[in-house]
């Protein structure tokens, strides 16, 4: 009995299995890492990582929701910074996002699957919305259109544009490696250039013609 009340209150055996996970998952993704490696790798035993997580997609799921939710707040943060312009908050967000994908490159996949299977849990979760459509990056957005700075379209549209600049070559990552005979490593090169030319491309298409 005295054994299992210490491992229930044992926060530090949970978080070595989790910074185990997540360091895997990002190193080899889901279906490379197997449970027996996370055990291994947090200085456990199976049964013990069975104990915790019961499955590794219960581990999965809980490490990845943790990464999102940490970022989310730290681009909440930028999409809310009032004393930032539009113009800077794009370059953060290009810089920001390309940083934490680079970290997970699970993430993207992880994130559409979510959202497929479970799209009212995942946004509950998330709440876009909120974050998003009363920020200071959007009423910055509206008044800059208001004011004729740049071109009158849907912030959504703007929203989209920017997000799937960003987003879409972590996805089909291994299409572009194939296309360019590209390493991981030249493939990050790649990525990082992109910090510097969204901001470019967005401002841009902004532009009032």
Known sequence: MSDKKEKEVDPSTEEKIKNAARA???QKGYSGTRTRD???AAGINLALLNYYFRSKQKLFELVMIEGLLEFVG?????FDDSTTTLEEKIRLLASNYIDMLSEQPDMPLFVLSELRSHPDTFLSKMNPQEFLMNSSFIKQYQQSVMEGKIAAIHPLQFIMNLIGMIVFPFIVSPMIKAIG???????KVLMQQRKTL???WIEE???VK
């Open 24 to 26: 895997l998952f990002h």
């Open 38 to 40: 996370i055990a291994e």
């Open 74 to 78: 730290s681009i909440t943060k930028v």
């Open 181 to 187: 005979n590209l390493d991981t490593a030249d493939y």
């Open 198 to 200: 969204i901001p470019i």
């Open 205 to 207: 298409m902004m532009q």
